[in-house]
């Protein structure tokens, strides 16, 4: 007698990003194992990145380097001016790479954090001298030659850098690795007069000994990250008279470019995964999450291979936090806008991206760098280029692993994807060996009423929806399915995956 | 006749030769008296003293007679006179206890002006070390408490342009640092203080240093008095004593020079008879005798006042 296929709806599928920690039998289908270059989108299904535009056509100045860290300068008046550096000089512009180092200032090192701060952009990196930008001034000097600064052996050549509370503040130096400068009030290049000062907390640490590495501002407080501790003063806004609010041990920050604000929080990289303080006004202290819960093992197994830089950036326009160990050329994707039951943000994974610098502009644009230049984060190719989209279910055992299971179809429903070749893949009993059915997504460019009702395409409603139904073969007791496509300048959303099985018999 | 033969006349010769012989004896009389007024004689066996001898009786009674005064706490103010140059001087001594106690406060005297001259830079330096030790521990107390309180807040390694470490900090170091000044000030205004109070002391103790010595000057002054009216006793008994001598003297002188007087008369006129003829031719013996007589008598008695005088 014939079996009645079952049918399994994977709907949404991956829509709470990867877990890596839990059991694959054990796990949830709303996880995934595997979601490169993956997002999820503005519906909660996980979807293809977006590409990168290059914008920049001279690049002249940065060689066959990478630009390994930018900043948007704005000040008062307006005035807007892209800068980065990479190289082993500054630079400016989008289009055009202009060298602005200073004359007679020799760089041997690219690891600049630059920061607005009452009209000027301050560059900063462990022992060199800071370098400011103004408008009047129009070029990139010595902060020592500005009016009034201090000598420039009293400025502190530290690698991290606060524009908070009025202040620039500063951390990170070389055999000083327990203080925190701060300047004088609104001048960012007096460090010796005014109300500038120090803090040295060398005896403040919790465990009695740690190294800062990155600096952060929140609701009055300041936030000092050791590698494995966290000290954090109230009241930074006089620092003469801020006192310690809170410490915590065993908690600390990877990198200082691993730090971003996303308005409630502060998310940073510790040796653990990712953490934000999660703050409630009342308990007056500071919880802390680990956000990076799926992935773990992941990120630790990242943070020990990693011997380049750390790069972060915050979008909340495309609701990510995006972490990129530009060693490995990895970067997760933490969608922001929601946790999973663990507390976990949703994660994705972007790789061989060639991403090794962001910025979000004022307008929202996130600017990213590599080493063809300045790109915007935009379009569905990188580059010209396409890139490959891969999502991988857990094992599914369909509710009894007990059970044989009989792959007869598969029915993807795909958002998008136009003209997409996509790769249908499946495998059982976590066996490596994949089983491919490929099919080519039709045209899917949408007409818009008004724009191209009448000429090019059939008037619809947006992006289109296609859904496949291939036949799958072999048997096991429990199922991998996979889909992968190369996008080549269309989105491409997962709106679910339909496997119909037949139950076979106990083994 | 001639005239020797006249001389050699018995009546001529015996009345002329007596009465050379008692103007002669008169004469020698007047020149005795004023040698015995000079130097004295010896009257009945006494000697009498002359004017000389008078006088230099007078010294000797006027002369100041040296005198000593002891007072009840044994000190002693003597005078002497020196009796080769005659120089007058007076001696004080003080008793032994006196004299210890007045070398004792001359002592503190002496240390109190040496200690009032010395600078006042190393016992305002002392002052200071007293004051601060004082107040240095409870310094510390709220230098440990503010660092504790700094500790407790994570401020401990807090440097400010505007107040070096943070602003307690400060405010702390400032009013240890202002109670340090008022211990200065505090200590160079006691050091002043002490400087005058040992000028003060030096100047008490070394009026009381004075004060066995005042003591016995003024125990002296009754004596002094006494001394003074003794001498004013002895200088009118001495003058008392030389009038009176002088006036037996001038008596004695008056009434030898009267007898002398008288003798020279009696010669005279001897010698006047003796060169006079008598009308009758012959010379009346009565008279002569009788002149000589009178004479004897005179000395009897001047011999006889000035025996009295001397008894």
């Given at each position: 007698m014939a079996q009645e296929l079952k049918s399994i709806n994977l709907v949404a599928p991956a829509f709470k990003g990867v877990n890596t920690e839990d059991s694959p039998l054990a796990q949830d289908p709303s996880f995934a194992e595997i979601a490169d270059n993956a997002v999820i989108d503005k519906r909660g299904r996980i979807a293809a990145r977006k590409g990168h535009t290059v914008v920049t056509t001279n690049k002249t100045v940065l060689g066959s380097d990478s630009i390994r860290s930018i900043k948007?300068?704005?000040?008062?008046?307006?005035?807007?001016?892209?800068?980065?550096?990479?190289?082993?000089?500054?630079?400016s512009g989008t289009t055009t790479l202009a060298d602005e180092t200073p004359g007679s200032y020799t760089i041997t090192a690219d690891n600049w954090k630059m920061v607005n701060f009452n009209d000027k952009i301050y560059f900063f990196q462990r022992a060199y001298e800071p370098l400011v930008y103004d408008t009047t001034g129009g070029?990139?000097?010595?902060?020592?030659?500005?009016?009034?600064?201090?000598?420039?052996?009293?400025?502190?050549?530290?690698?991290?850098?606060?524009?908070?509370?009025?202040?620039?503040?500063?951390?990170?130096?070389?055999?000083?690795?327990?203080?925190?400068?701060?300047?004088?009030?609104?001048?960012?290049?007096?460090?010796?007069?005014?109300?500038?000062g120090s803090i040295d907390i060398s005896k403040v640490w919790p465990d009695g000994y740690d190294e800062i590495v990155s600096l952060a501002a929140h609701n009055g407080m300041l936030i000092i990250f050791g590698k494995h501790s966290i000290v954090a003063y109230q009241g930074a806004e006089a620092p003469a008279t801020m006192v310690l609010a809170d410490t915590v041990a065993g908690v600390g920050c990877v990198d200082r470019d691993t730090v971003?604000?996303?308005?409630?929080?502060?998310?940073?990289?510790?040796?653990?995964?990712?953490?934000?303080?999660?703050?409630?006004?009342?308990?007056?202290?500071?919880?802390?999450?680990?956000?990076?819960?799926?992935?773990?093992?992941?990120?630790?197994?990242?943070?020990?291979?990693?011997?380049?830089?750390?790069?972060?950036?915050?979008?909340?326009?495309?609701?990510?936090?995006?972490?990129?160990f530009v060693g490995q050329d990895v970067?997760?994707?933490?969608?922001?806008?929601?946790?999973?039951?663990?507390?976990?943000?949703?994660?994705?994974?972007w790789v061989s991206t060639g991403f090794t610098s962001y910025t979000r502009k004022e307008d929202g644009t996130l600017l990213i760098g590599t080493s063809k230049g300045i790109s915007e984060y935009d379009g569905y190719q990188d580059d010209g280029s396409p890139y490959r989209f891969k999502y991988y279910s857990p094992s599914l055992t369909f509710g009894d692993s007990s059970r044989i299971k009989i792959l007869k179809k598969l029915k993807p429903t795909l958002v998008g994807a136009n003209n997409a070749t996509v790769f249908l893949k499946w495998a059982y009993d976590f066996k490596s060996s994949y089983a491919t059915a490929e099919f080519t997504v039709g045209d899917q460019i949408t007409g818009f009423f008004g724009v191209s009702e009448f000429t090019a395409v059939e008037f619809t409603g947006g992006a289109l929806t296609n859904q496949k139904s291939l036949n799958a073969t072999g048997y096991g007791t429990s199922i991998v399915v996979g889909l992968e496509a190369d996008i080549d300048g269309s989105q491409l959303s997962l709106q679910e995956i339909n496997v119909m099985a037949l139950i076979g018999k106990l083994l | 006749m001639s005239l020797l033969d006249y001389l050699l006349q018995p009546e001529v010769a015996i009345p002329g030769f007596l009465g050379g012989l008692?103007?002669?004896?008169?004469?020698?009389?007047?020149?005795?008296?004023?040698?015995?007024?000079?130097?004295?004689?010896?009257?009945?066996?006494?000697?009498?003293?002359?004017?000389?001898?008078?006088?230099?009786?007078?010294?000797?009674?006027?002369?100041?007679?040296?005198?000593?005064?002891?007072?009840?706490?044994?000190?002693?103010?003597?005078?002497?006179?020196?009796?080769?140059?005659?120089?007058?001087?007076?001696?004080?001594?003080?008793?032994p206890q006196e004299q210890a106690m007045q070398q004792q406060l001359f002592g503190g005297a002496g240390q109190f002006f040496e200690q009032a001259q010395q600078p006042t830079t190393g016992r305002e330096q002392e002052i200071f070390e007293r004051l601060r030790a004082v107040q240095t521990?409870?310094?510390?107390?709220?230098?440990?408490?503010?660092?504790?309180?700094?500790?407790?807040?994570g401020r401990l390694g807090v440097q400010t342009a505007q107040f070096g470490g943070t602003p307690e900090q400060l405010a702390l170091a400032k009013a240890q640092e202002e109670a340090?000044?008022?211990?200065?000030?505090?200590?160079?205004?006691?050091?002043?203080?002490?400087?005058?109070?040992?000028?003060?002391?030096?100047?008490?103790?070394?009026?009381?240093?004075?004060?066995?010595?005042?003591?016995?000057?003024?125990?002296?002054?009754?004596?002094?008095?006494?001394?003074?009216?003794?001498s004013g006793l002895q200088q009118y008994g001495a003058g008392l004593f030389g009038e009176t001598a002088m006036s037996g003297l001038e008596q004695q002188l008056l009434m030898e020079r009267a007898r002398a007087n008288l003798l020279g008369q009696v010669g005279g006129r001897m010698l006047d008879k003796a060169f006079t003829v008598?009308?009758?031719?012959?010379s009346g013996g009565n008279i002569l005798e009788d002149i000589i007589g009178g004479a004897r008598g005179m000395f009897d008695n001047t011999r006889e006042f000035f025996g009295g005088l001397f008894d």
């Open positions: 948007e300068f704005k000040d008062n008046a307006g005035n807007t001016k892209v800068f980065s550096v990479g190289n082993n000089k500054i630079i070029s990139v000097v010595k902060l020592s030659t500005v009016t009034g600064a201090s000598a420039a052996g009293d400025i502190p050549k530290a690698n991290e850098v606060l524009s908070a509370y009025g202040r620039l503040w500063c951390a990170d130096i070389a055999n000083e690795k327990s203080v925190v400068y701060w300047s004088d009030l609104l001048i960012g290049h007096d460090w010796t007069g005014g109300t500038s971003q604000y996303t308005g409630t929080d502060v998310l940073f990289l510790s040796h653990t995964g990712l953490k934000s303080f999660g703050r409630t006004i009342q308990e007056k202290s500071l919880p802390i999450s680990s956000l990076s819960g799926n992935i773990t093992k992941d990120i630790i197994a990242a943070l020990q291979t990693e011997n380049n830089f750390f790069r972060s950036v915050y979008s909340p326009e495309e609701g990510f936090y995006l972490l990129t970067t997760y994707c933490f969608d922001v806008r929601g946790t999973t039951e663990n507390g976990s943000y949703r994660v994705t994974r | 008692l103007t002669a004896e008169e004469y020698n009389r007047l020149s005795d008296i004023g040698e015995e007024a000079l130097v004295g004689t010896t009257v009945r066996g006494r000697e009498v003293p002359g004017a000389l001898d008078i006088a230099q009786m007078g010294l000797d009674q006027t002369q100041f007679r040296p005198f000593t005064v002891t007072t009840a706490t044994g000190g002693q103010f003597g005078t002497q006179i020196d009796p080769t140059t005659g120089q007058f001087t007076t001696t004080l001594g003080l008793s521990p409870e310094e510390q107390r709220q230098r440990l408490a503010l660092e504790e309180r700094l500790a407790s807040q340090q000044n008022t211990a200065a000030v505090q200590a160079m205004q006691q050091a002043q203080v002490e400087q005058m109070q040992q000028a003060q002391l030096g100047q008490q103790y070394l009026g009381a240093s004075y004060l066995p010595q005042a003591q016995l000057l003024a125990a002296t002054q009754p004596s002094q008095q006494l001394a003074e009216f003794q008598p009308e009758g031719g012959g």
